[in-house]
Structure formats: C-alpha cells, structure tokens
C-alpha cells in the first residue's frame, strides 16, 4: 500500500478530536413492517368494540324519557329525566377509574388481553339491563341497579376507547394513519345508528302489535338483549387480533436500561406517574380536543333524542329518524377526513372542527326549535354533523401519537376519559340542566362552543405528528420495498425525528479545529474508524470527564490531539473526518 505523503501525514498529525453522544442512525432493522391485511384484521378487531360501546348509548339515550317513566318516579317530569340523565353521568364518572386501572394493565401485560376484558364486560352489563326490575316491582332499588350496571359499563369502557385508539394506531403505517386509524369511530356512530334503529324499529313493531303502551310495558327491554347475539360476536372478533407490533418492539428486554435512567428518560416513560412527570402539557392539551370533540359529539348523539323529545315534543321513533342520517353521514365521512389530515396535517383539520363548531352550533339548534318541517330539522342535524366529523376522524390517530408505546395506553386512559367523563359524557345532562336554570332553549349550542374556544387555544401546543412515527416508537411501513428509501432518506425526511425514537445512543470521535471548535463540513468518526492508540488516548482523556451530546458540543473544552489517523482504513470507506461529498 502506498504510503501518504508529507503533506498528508502533517495534516493527519494536526487533526483533532473530541468525543460526543449521538442519537444512532436508523436502520433497516429497526423499521416495522405491517402488511395491509393485517392492519385490516387490527381495525375489525377494534371497531366490533366501539361499536358495542355506543350501541349502548344509543339504545340508552333514545329510551331515556321511557326509563325516566319506569325507574324514577318522583312526580317531577322534569327531575325524572334528569335521574335518567345521570345515568349516563355517572358511567362517566367511574371512566378515569377505569382507566387508571386498565391502561396501565395495558401498557404492561398488553393492549389485546385487557381489550377483551372491556368487550366482554360491556356486553353484559347491556344484556343485564334489559332484565331489571322496575320502580313499580322494586321501588328506588331498580334505580340503583341501573345506575350499578351503569358504573360496571363506565368502568370497562374507560379501557375501551382508549385501548382501541392505542391499538389500532400503532397498527397503522405512518404515512396513512389518519386514514386507518380514523376507521375506528365508524364503529361508534355506526353502533349508535344501530341502537337508535333498534329502538325506532321496536317501537314500531311492539306500538302496531300490542298498542301504545307496549313500548313502555316491555319492549324498551328488546334493545338491551339485543345485545347477547352482538356482543358474542364482538368477542369473537376480539379473541382473535394479535398484539401490536409497537408494543412488542417496545417490551424491556434482558439488556433495558436500569430504572433511574428510565424514569428520566421521556422516551421510557411508564406507568402514569411518569407521565404526569414528563408530558404534562400534553396530557392538558389531548384533555382540552377530547373535551370539545365530545361536547358536540355527544350533543348530536346522546342528548339530541332528549332535546327532541322534551323541546318538541317527538316520541323515540320520531327522534331516532331524524338523527339516524346524521350519524350516517359523519360516519361515512370519517375515512375521507382521515386522508385529508395525512394531507395536510392533524392540527389543520381540528381547527376546521373549532372553527365549525363556532359557526354551525346556533343555526343548527336555532332551526331545530323554530321550524316544524322534517326536512329542515334533518338538515340542522347535518349541519351539526360536520363539526362532530371532523373532531371525531382525528382523536385516534392524534391522541396516541402524544405519547411513548410503554406508556401510551396508560395516558390515553386517563387523558381521555377525564375529558370525556367531565366534559363529554355530561354533555347531555349539562345541557338539560342549563335549559332549566336559565330558561335559554339555546344554551346546549353555548356550551359546546365555550369547549371549542377552549381547543382553539391549545391547538399551537400541539405537535404535528402526520405522516411522522409514533411517539418512542420506530417508523412504521406497509411495504418492505418502503424500508431501503426511509432509512437512505432519514436526513431529508421532514417527517423523521431521530430524538423522538428510542434509538441508543453511540459514542463519536468529532473533528475539531486548534480552537476545539467542531469542523461543521467534515462527518464525525466511528471509534472502531480510530487507532488503538487513538481510541486509548481518548478513552484516558474522558476517563474524568463527561462526555458532552453532539448537539450541544461547544469549544468550551479544550480538544485533544490524539496522534496520527490510521493510515489504513475500511476498504472502499474515506479516511477518518474527510469532508462529506
């Protein structure tokens, strides 16, 4: 081999070296791939449960005054549907218990096992209320009953949404996200469509055979037990989804880091004390979009057969009618919504949502209570159906993206169901109760746009993750061809941030000038690049000394001359700090 000439070996002599930390590259190895078949079979598995969930709160919400008749008879028409109202209420109150339970069990024993727990524990809780007792065999007991059965429901579905949202997120490529992960609440307006038709078509069955009093006598009933035959499918489906890779890339191994490096290390974050400690601003801001998204969901949902049926006068049927096309359209809308925010960005697409939210609310609910047409009642339940689409299409590919894999289920517990159970899920007895304090038809619309102003204001808090990788999670492909052009990429790709990945962290030799201040056109040097005697000398000078990151490297320290560079290096590689191309 020929040897350097004179020029060479001086300029060899004088180069120096300062040692630094860096975020490793991103490897072939490291990228997931999930073929589309299987993000399919995640996205039934997930959805099944959704809708189970909300074909509750259909069949819940659309039988309400006829439950207010049966288990609350305080002689106070309107105190009684408020009873029956805080049914729903207090589900919600139990929701961050179960959460706080169910989230963390998730994050640790997996998100699939405690997904079927939920599913099965919804499903007959259902089942059980359509067999209890009335106030009129039982007195207040059967009040209590339901508001038990109600808490049981609470409790399992404060590990639902939250579980599916986790898990169908890390499921979904990068680059679709929106799309795929949006496909989860189809399930839910889908499930409350169904529930609400299941009343309306009872209703009518049971009034045209057995008369006008056959709804109230038993068959309000029907829509509960309904749910034996769809909740045993649920579980089905739910027994057979795999876990999520995410997960299992993400499970500690016999190499983990020890316990006080991980609790302060954002990215290895477990458990909700650790969140709490870490990602606080954005636990406040998912709270703040959960809030609003489900004030007007909920709105359009479990309160409007309310809202119709003691400002209108309109039976469950009546309701069901007007409000099933609407739940249809956003459902529907839902994947198409989810494309356009892989577009153009989940941040663009809620402020759509808070913007329309602000504009369509007092039209919606100003034509509802001044007109006595079907067809413009119908298209005021459509107007508030937009604002509720596009709130809903991003919660699931948003809110999972906020936060680490191992503790991302634990976060989406609590974040969401806090919001859902303060702000949300009171939507429909709030509203009622504002009515009668204040006499003002209008205010469950003023109610729902003060928690839009409020996402307004937390929307500049919120990192854009479109097209980007979960947080503390690898890039996520649905091709394996896609994996050579990410990891050549990965310095151009707006969409890859290597800090927010759980990439260990190597030691480099970086190239320094007689100052010690970092050559910026030359590559640092991968220590098996240096001389034994090079990477000795090296290893004695920071013995003592921390080694700095190379982001924040300065030339505050002075640098070291380690020797010579080796003259003989990887075949077909540079030498060691030569400039980059």
């Given at each position: 081999m020929a040897r350097p000439h004179a020029g060479e070996r001086t300029a060899r002599a004088e180069r120096r070296f300062r040692l630094a930390t860096r975020r490793r590259r991103l490897e072939a190895d490291d990228v997931l791939v999930v073929e589309r078949s299987s993000i399919r079979s995640a996205i039934s598995g997930t959805v099944v449960g959704n809708f189970m969930e909300w074909f509750d709160f259909g069949v819940y919400g659309y039988v309400t005054v006829t439950l207010s008749q049966l288990f609350f008879q305080t002689g106070d028409e309107q105190l009684d549907v408020l009873l029956a109202l805080l049914g729903f209420a207090v589900s919600f109150v139990v929701r961050p218990l179960g959460g706080l339970v169910l989230g963390p069990l998730g994050d640790r024993i997996g998100r699939q096992k405690v997904l079927f727990f939920t599913m099965a524990a919804m499903a007959i809780a259902t089942a059980l209320i359509g067999v209890l007792p009335t106030h009129a065999q039982i007195g207040f007991s059967a009040a209590i009953l339901l508001y038990v059965?109600?808490?049981?429901q609470g409790f399992s579905t404060g590990g639902e949404y939250a579980g599916a949202a986790t898990y169908v997120s890390e499921f979904s490529s990068d680059r679709k996200r929106g799309y795929y992960a949006s496909w989860l609440d189809i399930g839910s307006y889908l499930g409350f469509a169904t529930g609400a038709g299941t009343v309306a078509l009872v209703h009518a069955i049971a009034s045209a055979g057995w008369g006008e009093s056959a709804f109230t006598d038993w068959g309000w009933r029907v829509p509960f037990l309904v749910a034996i035959p769809l909740g045993a499918v649920a579980i089905y489906f739910r027994a057979r989804i795999p876990e999520t890779p995410a997960f299992e890339s993400a499970e500690p191994g016999a190499d983990a880091a020890p316990e006080e490096i991980v609790a302060d290390d954002p990215l290895q974050a477990t458990g909700l004390r650790s969140v709490l400690r870490h990602y606080r601003k954005e636990l406040l801001v998912a709270i703040v979009i959960v809030a609003a998204a489900n004030s007007v969901g909920y709105a359009l949902t479990s309160y409007m057969p309310t809202f119709l049926g003691t400002q209108l006068g309109l039976d469950e049927m009546q309701s069901a009618l007007l409000t099933i096309p609407a739940m249809v359209l956003v459902a529907v809308s839902l994947p198409a919504i989810g494309r356009l925010s892989d577009a153009i960005g989940r941040r663009r697409v809620l402020l759509l949502a808070a913007i329309g939210t602000l504009v369509l609310s007092i039209p919606s609910f100003w034509l509802i209570l001044h007109t006595t047409s079907f067809a413009l009642t119908l298209l005021?339940?459509?107007?508030?159906?937009?604002?509720?689409?596009?709130?809903?299409?991003?919660?699931?590919?948003t809110l999972p993206a906020m936060f680490p894999t191992r503790a991302r289920y634990s976060a989406m517990g609590f974040a969401f169901n806090v919001a859902v159970s303060l702000f949300g899920g009171t939507t429909p007895l709030i509203a009622q109760a504002l009515i009668g304090w204040t006499g003002i038809q209008l205010m469950p619309a003023f109610w729902i746009m003060l928690l839009s102003v409020l996402c307004l204001l937390a929307l500049p808090a919120l990192h854009e993750t479109a097209g980007a990788p979960l947080l503390g999670s690898y890039p996520t492909v649905e091709h394996e061809d896609e994996v050579a052009e990410l990891v050549e990429g990965q310095d151009e790709d707006p969409h890859l941030d290597l800090e927010r990945m759980p990439l260990d962290d190597e030691i480099v030799a970086v190239p320094v000038d007689a100052s010690g201040q970092v050559l910026e056109d030359v590559e640092p040097v991968a220590l098996?690049?240096?001389?034994?005697?090079?990477?000795?000398?090296?290893?004695?000078?920071?013995?003592?000394r921390e080694i700095p990151t190379l982001a924040t490297l300065t030339g505050e320290m002075p640098a070291i001359d380690p020797g010579e560079a080796p003259d003989v290096v990887a075949e077909g590689s540079e030498a060691p700090g030569a400039p980059r191309a």
């Open positions: 059965l109600k808490m049981v005021a339940m459509l107007l508030l159906g937009i604002p509720t689409a596009l709130y809903l299409a991003m919660l699931a590919p098996d690049d240096l001389s034994p005697r090079d990477r000795t000398r090296l290893d004695e000078y920071y013995s003592t």
